[in-house]
Each structure stands twice: as C-alpha cells, then as structure tokens.
C-alpha cells in the first residue's frame, strides 16, 4: 500500500482536507469526513464506502495498520505531523486520523421502509451530538432506519459521525422532502406513528409499552426545547411521555430518544 508523506501544511496533496471546515462545501464535493480512529476504522470494515484518502499521524498510521492493508490500492493515505492537523484543517483532530469518502446516494425512502419495522423519525434536530446520539440509539436498540424531517443536522456531518460513534455510517436513513404529509404514507405503508412528546393528553410510556402494539412502530421526536411541531404531532397514532421529576423541565434529546426505543423494543 503507498503511503505518501506530507511535506508541510502546504502540500497539494492534501488540498481537500483544507475545505473540511465548511460541511456544505464538502457535501457540494460529494464527500463526507470521518474523524477518529475507531470511527475510521469501522469505516473501513465496513467495505461499503469508497475511501478516497486518509490523513493520519505516525500513530495513527501504526493502530490502523491491520485495516489499512486491506483497503483499495487507489485509496490514497497520506501522513504528516500531529502539530500539521490544525494548519492543513482549522481543527485540532486530536487522535491524528480523517477520511475523506464518496457520499453514497441518497436512500429511496420507500425502499428503506418496505423492509422495516421499527423506525425513529426525526423533526428538527439540528444538533449534530444530538443527532448522532440519536443514531448511537438507534443501533443499539435494533432500530431499523432513521427518516429525517425538515431541520435536520446531516447525519454524514463529521461531529454527527463521531458522535454516533460511527451509528450514522450504519443505520440506513432518508429525508422526507414533502413534510409533515409525508407522514400520512409512513401510516398508509402500516406503521403506527408513535409521538414523544410532553404535551397533554399523553400516555406514560411504560403504561404505553405494556399494551399490545401494532407490529410496525415509528418513534417520532422533535428538536430539543422546540420539541415537535402540532402539525407534525397532529399525524402521530398515539402519544407518550417518559414521566421525570416535577422539578426536572425535560431531558436531553438523545437520551429521552433512547429510553423511548428501548421500551417500545421490548
């Protein structure tokens, strides 16, 4: 495998990294950055993605040896100092590893829903740690793909991905252009929409999770504070809410998402 050195933050080799600071340039490019050792590696496990190049310290290059050996001879790895992250991509990347890979096309959200039967839909949710929180859930609560609403973070941002602890790289998901009627066809397709919300006239979701259920389940969860819009809750089947101390205002987004599919997976 070739392995190229980098010589000085000014190298044209490493042009592309130089572009990582602004997400939507990058997605223009057709690419996506994944940032951190472990995350790189299940990238590279993983064996769907083309990985254009790597940018690694010695360190890096060394923990990620065994995978590096395995990926395409095309695949460019480039190596410089640990001091050269911040200059060559406004970052401090502090465990010395980035990726940058092809963005897959965009999932048909018809074909991502014909086989599922759990589903986590999002409205909102901007907040990259929180979205991938959202995903880290998502796979460890055997949730089948994730649909996103409007407002929504990019769950192939590099924070969102690093978050996740590389949950967004495997969980399918698909944007829902046509928001909220969109939802009207998740219902018709035979899931029942499932609300997370505070609002009155909601069940305790432990109530909820004892009653016998449809066999196809979407989790629908708003933005943090805003938390769903009416006309997005006015599509749901059924609403609950996770019962918390009176003098607690709300959980954190991730976490309330969690404890919701963890309940309504078992």
């Not at 109530?207 to 938390?227: C, M, Q, S, T």
């Not at 609403?239 to 969690?258: C, F, H, K, Q, T």
Request: aromatic share 6%; glycine share 8%; net charge positive.
């Amino acid at each position: 495998m070739p392995i190229e050195r980098v010589s000085g933050t000014g190298d044209s080799r490493v042009a592309e990294y130089r572009r990582m600071s602004d997400p939507e340039l990058v997605r223009r490019c057709g690419l996506f950055v994944a940032e951190g050792r472990l995350v790189v590696r299940r990238l590279l496990d993983d064996g769907r993605y083309r990985v254009r190049s790597l940018l690694v310290n010695d360190a890096a290059l060394r923990s990620l040896a065994p995978v590096i050996a395995r990926i395409e001879p095309s695949t460019k790895i480039y190596v410089c100092a640990a001091d050269d992250f911040i200059h060559i991509t406004g970052h401090d990347i502090h465990r010395g590893c980035l990726a940058l890979v092809e963005r897959p096309a965009a999932a048909v959200v018809d074909d991502l829903l014909a086989p599922a039967r759990r589903l986590v839909i999002l409205e909102g949710v901007a907040n990259a740690d929180n979205l991938g929180g959202v995903f880290r859930n998502a796979a460890g609560f055997g949730v089948d793909a994730v649909v996103l609403g409007p407002g929504c973070c990019d769950p192939l941002y590099r924070k969102a991905i690093r978050t996740s602890m590389a949950a967004t790289l495997r969980v399918p998901f698909a944007t829902l252009a046509d928001w909220p009627q969109a939802l009207r066809r998740i219902r018709a397709l035979g899931f029942a929409i499932v609300a997370l919300s505070p609002r009155e006239a909601s069940d305790d979701l432990d109530d909820f999770a004892r009653r016998p259920r449809p066999p196809r389940l979407a989790l629908l969860v708003g933005a943090e504070g805003a938390g769903l819009s009416v006309e997005a809750e006015r599509f749901a089947d059924y609403r609950v809410r996770i019962p918390i101390a009176p003098e607690i205002d709300s959980l954190n987004l991730a976490v309330a998402a969690g404890i919701a599919m963890y309940r309504l997976g078992r």
